[in-house]
């Protein structure tokens, strides 16, 4: 039994519930996973996960997850950064903006940040897509941020800030 966080349109971010996790790794194609790496990994960092649900049949269509990033020493410089996996199932049916949406109003209405983030490949166009319809603005291009096939890629950065709601 999955706890349910948020609904909207027709979709549901919930607590995974047994099994789910393991499910999604080996369902997902891996499109855009990063390389694995052997050198020492930075401080763990607290993230936070909720699987995507179609409401009307329970079926699982991927997660969201999100953790918190400093700019500067104090809370006001702190924001949400987001990340969202879909099994090829569920792409193309606006599954992704419903989904990033329900991340960004679940955290402007359960948290003081001010802001929450996302980036994607350069090459994810239906990520990208899904992040301007769920009302992120593009802000830039992160240069060489993530090795994958052993090339180093850009990302695009995306952000929405609760001013801008």
């Given at each position: 039994?999955?706890?349910?966080?948020?609904?909207?349109?027709?979709?549901?971010?919930?607590?995974?519930?047994?099994?789910?996790?393991?499910?999604?790794?080996?369902?997902?194609?891996?499109?855009?996973?990063?390389?694995?790496?052997?050198r020492?990994?930075?401080?763990?960092?607290?993230?936070?996960?909720?699987?995507?649900?179609?409401?009307?049949?329970?079926?699982?269509?991927?997660?969201?997850?999100?953790?918190?990033?400093?700019?500067?020493?104090t809370?006001?410089c702190?924001?949400?950064?987001?990340?969202?996996?879909?099994?090829?199932?569920?792409?193309?049916?606006g599954?992704?903006?419903?989904a990033?949406?329900?991340?960004?109003?679940?955290?402007?209405?359960?948290?003081?940040?001010?802001?929450?983030?996302a980036?994607?490949?350069?090459?994810?166009?239906?990520?990208?897509?899904?992040?301007?319809?769920a009302?992120?603005?593009?802000?830039?291009?992160?240069?060489?941020?993530?090795?994958?096939?052993?090339?180093?890629?850009?990302?695009?950065?995306?952000?929405?800030?609760?001013?801008?709601?």
């Open positions: 039994m999955r706890v349910v966080l948020f609904v909207r349109g027709g979709f549901a971010l919930a607590e995974p519930a047994d099994g789910d996790v393991e499910r999604l790794r080996a369902e997902s194609d891996g499109a855009f996973d990063v390389d694995p790496d052997e020492s990994a930075p401080p763990p960092v607290n993230v936070d996960r909720a699987v995507v649900v179609d409401v009307a049949t329970g079926e699982l269509l991927g997660d969201v997850s999100w953790h918190q990033v400093q700019y500067g020493r809370h006001a702190g924001a949400w950064n987001m990340g969202i996996m879909l099994l090829p199932a569920a792409r193309g049916r599954v992704g903006s419903a990033i949406r329900m991340v960004v109003e679940h955290l402007f209405a359960t948290t003081d940040l001010d802001r929450v983030e980036s994607t490949d350069v090459d994810n166009l239906p990520a990208q897509r899904a992040l301007a319809a009302g992120m603005r593009r802000e830039g291009v992160i240069r060489g941020a993530q090795l994958r096939g052993g090339v180093r890629r850009d990302l695009v950065a995306y952000g929405v800030l609760r001013s801008d709601r």
